[in-house]
């Protein structure tokens, strides 16, 4: 068996031109995304550890200034991690933050400040964002009609599910698939219209949307007593969350909305968690073909090249495996900014996957839903909801 | 739930209890309801009663003010003594059921034992003969001759909040004292306390506590809430912004809003004494550093940074002493989360080369952080102490106007002409009504009459216009 940390010896020569990045695109691009090999994992994100701590000089001095100084891991969960918060307040980025292709921010409330997150490039997060899509979500067919209730770049240039769904039209989206989320209103006429004609056709479509727009939109199909049963093969991806901050509405009634509303059978109803802070998504998803299959509902399933720990709340030490506690997330797609992320969410983790326990309730408010109940707040009835997760 | 009637020898199950104080109250179409406090064990809320039988319950309980109308003076003698005993019994945690009310404080605010004990024990020591007295006094001398007098109302409506266990009960007294009857809505977050210091108050006076009445209800109970609005009450609410602001538009120019506020402290780093930290460190622990009388940050005047710093590594050592003698509360996951969240702030900033200095242990029970900055609004609560660097006096006064309207009270530890500065200018702000200024370790027991200090609370008391 390779000794992970001999061989890293060799490598690590700390030398200024070394570059993992390569490497792990490579790894991102062609990884069995059912083998979770450790020693690879950990043999690249300790080689990423030292790239970020050579090239990010606030994330240099954040480990140099932990208690005790952490510059020489010999293990990925090691890593010292920042806290989501910590985007809100300082540049982390290995490159000069002007340089940046794009800046995603994170949403809030007006009081709150936003997290920015830099990016050199976007391969590695488009590269990750469309592995991991095709494989839970799409395992099927090339393309799809996608219609999204969501953000889009377009209109959201600083939203990073609005480059995720944007990424997705383009890459897996037919010709006619179309947008229904601006920043002034969501268009559920239209939306209503454009899938009752692909029942007509009997075309599948592919509904991708905030947990908050998704609300809205069965809102209203209650209110005109409708339902909108969605051609066989017809998917619904929701992401951000939908715990009620005046109405709490449970993932299982939920889904039963959605399918009870669009007479989509379970197995066709995705989640996808991330958040701004990252570059990878997790996927829940039953779809025949997926790389991990869940033995119960509420199971996320990660890529290869992420890991996640439950921390204790307390001391932030990491807990035996499916204990509950703080998700802190290793990410090898963040590779310009900084791998491990300390998170607000509350859930179990496992090698491959986690299972959500809800944000902490008294953390602020934040993610792709709370964008989308801004915007749809104007003007109409409003059911706030808490994310869970973000993009 | 529990209700106590003025002949009940001790408590009843609530739901029965309720119903047949309804179905009496139908048919007498009167009734003596003290106050239904909430239940020690298993709190039920008022979701199963209809908007139609509160309305005849409020409309029973409404009734003229005594303020210092007829029988004002034999009304305020027995007011006085009825709280000055329920105070001390209080103040001593010697009253029936003591243990078992702490329990429930305890489980529902996640606050321990020593620390409930002693913050609430604070509440009451300022309520004595001599206070109150002092205070009905001065109303009376105020009001005489005063052609700006007005009647008192009716009927007050006190929406409490939840997590500073009795914030409402200056307010509670000080309507009680004047005959006003009071409606409380306790939170359902901790919906105990109030009802339980009422059945003391009953103990002692029952003719006293009949002017006071405890609920809660859900705040979905949007009819419940209409009600009790329709008999146009007083309406006085402690709570968060998003809770005033939804009130308001349910209330108008009824509500009296006391709410998001935060209080800090100002010292000099080479005069500071340890007896000093100790004092801030105990105004810093009461209640775990929630609530509009916890310090949210200490602003240090000092010519070098170095001296802020040391001071720092003093005031962390006394936090932790202090920590020891009053612990930290069981804190949720998401308070925890909170604390971690906030540190890590304070990491990342001190990484891009802010003047940052952090001491916190291994767990989450205190924080200390000192830092050049003048934002006072980052608070956490939960034992999270900043130490804010400032120049000069004249920098602080600087900054406490940007924060005019949020302060609430303020511990000062400052030279003579200071104090004198600091008195001065906050006056002439129109929101200095409702400020306290007070000695490091006093933050948490103002004086009794503190809270006439507040425009519109002032007007209600004292029943006068401004």
Redesign the interface.
Known sequence: MLNSDSKFSILDHRSSTFDPRPSILDFILTVDLAAFEEERFNHLALQLFRYQLQNNP?????CE??SPPVTNPRKWHEIPA?????F?????ACFPPEQAVAVFHTSGTTAQRAGKHYFRALEFYRAAIMRSFRAYALPDREKILMLFLGPTAEHFPHSSLGDMFSTLQRECGTIESTTFFTPEKLLLSDFFETVANAGDEKKPVFILATAFNLLQCMDELQARGQRLPLPTSSRILDTGGYKGRTREVSRAEFQNMLGECFEVPKKFLLNEYSMTELSSQLYESQLPGAPLQGDRPGIKFMPPWMRVLAVD????QPLPAGEI??LRIFDLANVDSVMAI?T?D?GRAWQDRIELAGR????ELRGCSLLTEAIVHEGESVRKVTPLSSS | MLIVLKDAPSMTCYPEAFSLQINSMREKESLHPYFIPAPLETPHDLQQVSAADLTGFMHAFRRPAIGYGKGAKEWQRRAIKAWHAAARAWENWQFPQAEKVLAQLEKNTRMSPPVLRESIANHFRVITAGEMGAWLDEIREARAGDPGRKPYPPLAFVIASGNIPGAALQHLVQLSLLGIPALVKSASAEPHLIPAILVTLAQQDAEIASRLLALIWPRENKEATAAVLALQPKVIALGDDDTMQRLQAQTGRALMPFGDRFSAAIIHAHTAKVQTLHKLAYDYVMFDGKGCLSPQVVMVIAGHWREVEQLAVHFAGVLAEENQKWPAGNWSIAEKSLIQQWRGEWQARRAVGEKITLFQPEDTSWTVVAAEEFDLEQRVAFRTVRLLWMKSFDEVMLVLKNYSTKIQALAVEIQDLEYAQLALDLDEQEEVLGRLICAPGELQRPIFAWMAANRQWFELTYGMRL
């Open positions: 606030v994330y240099r001095k954040f200034q932990a920042v806290t989501t918060s910590a809100k307040y300082v540049p982390l709340p307390e001391t932030l506690g703080l300390q607000e509350l902490a309730s008294g953390a």
